[in-house]
């Protein structure tokens, strides 16, 4: 064990904050055109959500919460408050053009949107489908007897967690690769 944590390679915590968000960012661009059409064509629902693939923020902001949320499950406190501010700096930063205070504000909202789901549902994958399906307005799209109990369909929750449970970032197998430093 010793020597495995002597051949972790050593990265800086604002480098992995970079790439992380870097990541996420390139992931959600080049796959949600994908998932829109994916959504658009959920078999179980009885009318399309009209989903375009210009309507990625929404998407975006869930993922990024999905996984701001999920640091606290892969840190200790003090390295998880340190990562918390360089991963939200990051991703502000990316998001260029955008007013610092209003986008921290919307990452809080989703963040504690997210939150609110995975107290219910103790499920993450299943926590993000979840919100995925209410912020794209998923329920008017389903058959009248989940719309009437507003509540999502089981099977389309499992379809969009299936194709969605990949944008939560693996830091089991990162950190039995790599040691991060302040």
Request: proline share 4%; charged share 25%.
């Amino acid at each position: 064990m010793a020597f495995s944590l002597l051949g972790k390679k050593r990265l800086k915590e604002q480098h992995v904050a970079k790439v992380f968000v870097g990541t996420l960012n390139e992931l959600a661009e080049k796959t949600f055109p994908t998932l829109s059409e994916f959504l658009n064509e959920v078999p179980e629902l009885m009318e399309s959500p009209k989903i375009k693939p210009n309507q990625m923020e929404w998407f975006l902001y869930i993922v990024f919460s999905t996984n701001l949320y999920n640091l606290q499950y892969h840190f200790e406190s003090n390295q998880l408050n340190r990562m918390r501010i360089l991963v939200i700096d990051e991703f502000i930063e990316s998001l260029e053009g955008r007013e610092h205070d209003l986008t921290l504000e919307q990452i809080n909202n989703y963040e504690d949107y997210l939150i609110s789901l995975e107290k219910i549902i103790n499920d993450l994958p299943k926590s993000m489908a979840t919100a995925i399906f209410n912020k794209y307005g998923m329920n008017s799209c389903q058959l009248d007897h989940f719309q009437k109990i507003n509540t999502p369909n089981p099977i389309i929750i499992k379809s969009i967690e299936e194709a969605t449970k990949n944008y939560i970032w693996n830091w089991t197998d990162f950190l039995e690769k790599y040691k991060m430093v302040a």
